[in-house]
């Protein structure tokens, strides 16, 4: 994953290592699928006065109380709708009913599903297969039709009213008892004299000060009232997740087509970063070596035919071509460092980080600390990270010193270089720093820039030693 992010608030390698926590955590919660994004009813706290604070418990009340409207408007929409599409198959008719009817119950479903995560804090992901593209609807009701999740929505929807209106019974009792305890000093000013029975026993409130023991009672009842509306919240969340969620199966196939994606898309930007790699090459090669050769070539080519009657000159020549060899040897050099440095390959990153920081422009302490040696994509991502950040301090940040970190984190490479510079680095299209984003991508890897206006500019890349 390239992940590009400024902080204009701040910097140092503080900054940086919270800005890599959250993009991992960040990562972590795009690969996951399911669970939820805050405080559900299920992990809030369980105390009188943490449920009475927590906006969960008056959420679900209202949604427990409110819910018997749309229950029974399923119920009876089902009912008609279903029952009337059924018997009008005999004259199609009742074809396109039944499609409007799907399409119909699956947008209650929909409704339902943010409707749970706002009472319950609960967030059900979409359980629907991607629809086939293009315009035809025949294929898109066919793929809605063989949908499981679409019949999973009709039994939930099915079995909605009888569930709702249970709650809402019970709801509407220890509720309506509640607030009549808690509303009795007011009762019994209004009409003068309450008696309250319970059982064979009975209680005669004169006055508003009698009266307040049944309130003290109806405090009692509140917090049962919150523990029953806390029980049956927890209840249809996990009923409502059940039916209106991924199976394991589904969770786990939309996990992979959502890994096979990302994967697609940073296979393809390194394809192309390939593509423009051997172009350069192919660029560097015909405008360097090559010329510098065919120019060695000629040389020697005049030499020859000086030689008999011109020595001197042949000579002069000679010592041309040789010039000129060395000179295309330092570019074919050059060039062959920039494709793979053999010293990566012989002596690993400290050796090749370290001849990167002694070619600088400024001065770079270098601290690598690996316990082994990663992987070679790893060793070899890791340090055209830190050659473009440098020549990019040379070019750019206008920068005395800078610092180049490597080391180890857990399952992660963990590279940093950071430098004093002006800052205000941006991470362009088919720039430098997006070229960088796409190397790392190419093994789930993750980079993040860090620089705000006056510096210091870091950029910091978390690499997986596993993919």
Not at 9 to 23: E, I, K, L, Q
Not at 263 to 278: H, I
Request: aromatic fraction near 6%; include cysteine; hydrophobic fraction near 50%.
């Amino acid at each position: 994953m390239g992940e590009l992010s400024r902080n204009p608030g701040g910097g140092g390698a503080t900054a940086s290592a919270g800005a890599a926590r959250w993009a991992r955590k960040r990562w972590a919660a795009v690969m996951q699928v399911g669970g939820e994004t805050a405080a559900t009813v299920a992990d809030s706290p369980w105390t009188p006065l943490a449920m009475a604070r927590s906006s969960l418990t008056w959420r679900s009340a209202i949604y427990l109380a409110a819910s018997l409207a749309l229950g029974l408007g399923c119920f009876v929409g089902l009912t008609v709708g279903l029952t009337l599409s059924l018997a009008l198959v005999i004259i199609w008719v009742g074809l396109p009913m039944l499609a409007l009817m799907m399409i119909a119950w699956r947008c209650v479903a929909m409704l339902e599903r943010q409707l749970v995560r706002a009472a319950f804090g609960v967030r059900i992901p979409s359980p629907y297969r991607r629809l086939p593209e293009g315009r035809n609807p025949l294929t898109k009701l066919k793929a809605m039709a063989a949908d499981p999740a679409t019949w999973k929505d009709l039994v939930y929807l099915a079995l909605l009213f009888p569930i709702t209106l249970v709650e809402f019974v019970v709801s509407a009792t220890v509720w309506s008892a509640t607030g009549m305890m808690l509303a009795m000093p007011v009762i019994v000013a209004v009409d003068g004299g309450v008696e309250v029975s319970v059982g064979f026993a009975s209680y005669w409130a004169g006055n508003p000060v009698e009266a307040l023991p049944i309130s003290v009672f109806g405090l009692l009842a509140l917090v049962l009232a919150m523990y029953v509306t806390r029980v049956m919240a927890i209840g249809h969340s996990a009923w409502a997740r059940l039916l209106l969620g991924s199976s394991v199966s589904q969770a786990e196939n939309v996990e992979l087509r959502k890994r096979t994606e990302h994967l697609r898309a940073s296979r393809a930007r390194g394809v192309d970063a390939a593509e423009f790699e051997r172009r350069r090459i192919e660029r560097d090669l015909h405008d360097g070596a090559q010329q510098r050769l065919l120019s060695v070539a000629m040389d020697i080519g005049r030499a020859r035919a000086k030689l008999d009657d011109d020595p001197e000159g042949a000579r002069a020549l000679i010592e041309q071509a040789h010039s000129g060899t060395k000179e295309a040897i330092s570019e074919l050099r050059d060039l062959a460092r920039g494709i793979y440095p053999a010293i990566l390959t012989d002596r690993g990153l400290d050796p090749a980080l370290s001849g990167l920081a002694g070619r600088a422009s400024v001065p770079v302490e270098v601290d690598v600390d690996l316990p082994e040696r990663p992987p070679a994509a790893v060793e070899s991502i890791a340090y055209f990270i830190v050659a473009e950040s440098l020549a990019n301090i040379a070019k750019y940040a206008r920068a005395t010193r800078a610092t180049v970190r490597v080391a180890r984190e857990d399952r992660w490479v963990v590279v940093e270089v950071i430098d004093n510079g002006v800052g205000g680095a941006v991470a362009r299209p088919e720039g430098g720093l997006a070229g960088l984003a796409d190397r790392a991508a190419t093994i789930d890897g993750m980079l993040i820039v860090d620089s705000p206006p006056g510096g210091p500019t870091i950029v910091r890349a978390d690499l997986p030693c596993t993919w």
